[in-house]
């Protein structure tokens, strides 16, 4: 994906996201779906917690739990909806 957006910034949060994001499993290790799982949370707090610095040195955390969970929950219906092959009309 290329983005118009020139923010170094911009460009870290969303690669370390995306690295997140993939080492996600859809299952848990006894293959209980992760929205079911007790390690949900874990996953959602990877995110939540991530830790970058700005050109002054300040430490950011740019996601909150809510919109953490919805990146988590939306990877994991995205994975389905793949495998599944459907389409949106």
């Known amino acids: 994906m290329k983005l118009k957006s020139k923010s170094p910034l911009l460009n870290t949060i969303i690669s370390k996201v995306d ?49 953490a969970s919805r990146l988590v929950y939306d990877e994991l219906s995205a994975r389905r909806d793949e495998k599944n092959e459907w389409k949106e009309q």
């Open 19 to 67: 690295d997140l994001l993939a080492k996600i499993p859809s299952h848990d290790h006894d293959a209980v779906a992760l929205e079911d799982s007790m390690n949900f949370d874990q996953y959602v707090d990877s995110i939540k917690e991530l830790k970058l610095q700005d050109e002054t040195g300040r430490e950011l955390h740019p996601f909150s739990t809510y919109i």
